[in-house]
């Protein structure tokens, strides 16, 4: 049979084209993955920042039941009747997965998928910050692990976090454990809530690349709107956006950005393959990027996918399975749900 033609359109829709040598490539891999989807009753929830032929979602031909950021992954997740997540992200998505649905069996192609952010700051971190800082609430992104997000009080995605601090009365929140965030969080919420933001030293090794390169890309572009990540340095964000239209915000935000904008080309200051996924949604319009890779989410491929779900029922499958020890996984679900129930 051969490669689905809806797959064809829309990978080259994301790529730029497809040669035969990929078509003959992803088919066996494609087909093996749908079969075993269908017999072990297993979704695929797959990142923006994944590659291509991982992004192409089952309408299209593709694999992946869901393609969106961490936490809308994981909420539609939750929602499925599946007995099993393969979790195409990394290890602190596949765990907030797991937070929600432990019900299911959530599946982490290849565990050494971390994140610079998440890894800046551990639970023990979070109880010295609240002893410093007594009776001031702690929010947590929630790019953190579970035994961090077991110490905070609620969690926050980008696009909810003022709406989160307005509910408490306090006058100072700590925000962990983006700083660039908190800074470029920092004037909205003083503007908004009249709250001050205590930061944690913790940055995305990708987002935080984003300095000249794309200063330089803004002025030998002069039409082009700007699409910058929160996690993007806050210099970079006031220099750029001061002369040019565009957003800083949360993946979500950019989506909506380009849909409403009038522009045909874009800077992106996020990760690499968010560009593939607007070229695939939005095919007349034209993003420009530095092009930086998140490593920790390329570890993620088909090949790993195929071998997660062939693993399913054997002794190997213990090595993709994600457990969270209950105490925590319940302590951690507290801010999880908080967050959910305020948004
Ligand atoms: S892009 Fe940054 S925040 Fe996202 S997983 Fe990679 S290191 Fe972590």
């Given amino acids: 049979m051969p490669l689905n033609s809806l797959f064809i359109e829309k990978y080259s829709a994301m790529t730029g084209g497809i040669s035969e040598a990929t078509i003959s490539r992803l088919k066996p891999l494609l087909e093996e993955i749908r079969e075993l989807k269908k017999k072990h009753h297993a979704v695929i929830l797959s990142h923006y920042y994944m590659t291509p032929e991982l992004q192409v979602d089952t309408k299209n031909g593709g694999v992946a039941d869901f393609v969106g950021d961490s936490l809308g992954l994981s909420v539609a997740g939750k929602d ?24 299911k069996k959530v599946l982490l192609p290849d565990h050494q ?5 998440a890894e800046s700051i551990t639970g023990k971190d979070v109880i010295a910050l609240k002893e410093k800082h007594p009776g001031v609430p702690v929010i947590a992104y929630i790019n953190t692990y579970a035994e961090t997000k077991a110490e905070c009080d609620v969690c926050c995605t980008s696009r909810n976090a003022v709406k989160i601090a307005k509910s408490f009365e306090s006058k100072e929140l700590i925000f962990i454990p983006d700083k660039f965030m908190g800074q470029n969080l920092a004037s909205k919420f003083k503007t908004e809530t009249d709250k001050t933001l205590i930061l944690w030293n913790g940055s995305c090794e990708v987002h935080e690349q984003f300095r000249e390169n794309i200063e330089s890309m803004t002025m030998a572009n002069p039409e082009a709107e700007l699409l910058l990540h929160w996690e993007v340095p806050q210099e970079t964000v006031a220099s750029t956006l001061k002369t040019r239209k565009g957003i800083v915000g949360s993946t979500s935000d950019i989506l909506s950005y ?13 990760e690499c393959d968010l560009g593939a996924t607007l070229k695939g949604m939005f095919p007349t319009k034209q993003f420009i990027t530095p092009c ?6 390329k570890r993620i491929t088909l090949q790993n996918t195929l071998d997660a779900l062939r693993s399913i029922g054997t002794p190997n ?16 679900y507290a801010p999880i749900k908080l967050m959910l129930d305020l948004s």
């Fill in 80 to 103: 499925t009747k599946a007995d099993y997540i393969i979790f195409c992200g990394v290890k602190f998505m596949a765990e907030t997965a797991f937070i929600l649905s432990p019900e």
């Fill in 113 to 117: 998928a971390g994140c610079s952010l």
């Fill in 258 to 270: 380009v849909e409403q904008s009038k522009a045909s080309q874009f800077i992106l200051g996020s």
């Fill in 292 to 297: 930086i890779m998140c490593q920790h989410m």
């Fill in 317 to 332: 499958e213990a090595q993709y399975n994600v457990s969270i020890d209950e105490t925590i996984r319940k302590k951690a």
